[in-house]
């Protein structure tokens, strides 16, 4: 469990997280951090020194990095987050990340191929290389 914050608005009790919060419940530098923000794509509230990150950084955070995992561009996962509007069901937002999945999808389906084509060749070049090493030794 993180240890939020809350703090007093207009609207009521926000939940927030400090920097180093955020950094150890998504195991990410604080360097990260503040590299997404100066992107734009996370915007706590500041005050002070101290960063105070909302539940919507947090949740964009998450996606974020699934984003990163799943091999999507910082521009297309900023693109993705700028799109969400849930009074039309996202639906901008969601054909966009179906587009760039397919995308991704076609990515990785050719770089699996090549990666098979290269450990089939390595494990023929190895094979070789033991009957050649066998070979040598009984001589």
């Known amino acids: 469990m993180n240890n939020a914050g809350h703090i007093s608005t207009a609207d009521g009790v926000e939940t927030v997280y400090r920097i180093g919060e955020l950094a150890a419940e998504f ?8 590299f997404y923000e100066d992107k734009n794509l996370l915007q706590p509230r500041r005050i002070g020194n101290t960063r105070l990150y909302s539940r919507r950084d947090r949740a964009r955070l998450a996606l974020i990095l699934k984003g990163k ?56 070049a190895m094979s070789d290389i033991a009957q050649r090493l066998s070979a040598a030794d009984t001589r």
């Open 27 to 34: 195991d990410v530098t604080l360097r990260a951090l503040r």
């Open 69 to 124: 995992r799943l091999g999507f561009s910082l521009q297309d996962i900023a693109e993705m987050l700028a799109l969400y509007n849930p009074s039309d069901g996202n639906r901008r937002q969601l054909r966009f990340a179906a587009e760039k999945g397919r995308e991704q999808l076609e990515r990785l389906h050719r770089e699996r191929a090549g990666i098979d084509t290269a450990i089939g060749e390595l494990q023929s």
